[in-house]
């Protein structure tokens, strides 16, 4: 039986954009004047891999790709924007965190994040106050489902692998996740987690 919880952020507590659940650059070239194609194949293919796993800062990165897109924008006004717009909390799933924590259930994020964003999730976002903390990539130095990101998951929870349960909407992640000795879920949108804590914790 689990004895910590260990929640995936985007694509299961977070999804989307608050106004509607459309990706976060689902307006971008309207709003900012960014295709996310070009950001994607300029940024996000070149840049992320070092970023996730804290080998490089998000805002200079961010800064010299768009000068490379020759694009009007700022970094920051960009990563405000993202921000902002990948924000839309699923509350049903935030409703049954608290329950599970009520019950003595410790919740943590298990998540791959870079340090701007992992902190803007717990403090401007209130997470940090809705779980007992986060396991982020960048702190980590690995992403799921590297073998590496499990291990610091323990090492920082004291958590004995048998005792955790992910809760992701990734493959990958869970079948990680099963190859460290957690259990682990594949999260899909008609799930209840209240359902699945009831069969696993």
Request: aromatic share 8%; hydrophobic share 45%.
């Amino acid at each position: 039986m689990a004895k910590c919880l260990m929640l995936d952020v985007d694509g299961v507590l977070i999804d989307g954009r608050p106004e509607d659940a459309q990706r976060w650059d689902h307006t971008l070239y309207t709003d900012l004047g960014v295709a996310p194609e070009d950001l994607g194949r300029i940024f996000f293919a070149r840049d992320w891999p070092d970023i996730i796993i804290g080998k490089a800062d998000l805002k200079p990165a961010l800064a010299d790709a768009l000068i490379r897109l020759q694009a009007s924008v700022t970094a920051q006004e960009l990563i405000d924007y993202w921000f902002a717009k990948d924000a839309r909390i699923v509350v049903p799933v935030l409703s049954d965190v608290r329950a599970a924590r009520a019950s003595g259930l410790p919740v943590y994020l298990a998540t791959n994040q870079e340090h701007l964003r992992a902190d803007h999730l717990m403090t401007a976002m209130g997470l940090g106050a809705e779980v007992d903390g986060m396991i982020y990539s960048a702190a980590a130095g690995f992403r799921k489902p590297q073998p590496e990101f499990y291990s610091y998951a323990r090492k920082v929870t004291g958590v004995e692998p048998h005792e955790m349960l992910l809760v992701d909407d990734t493959p990958a992640n869970v079948e990680g996740a099963l190859a460290a000795g957690w259990d682990a879920i594949l999260w899909d949108e008609s799930a209840q987690l209240s359902e699945i804590l009831q069969n696993r914790a």
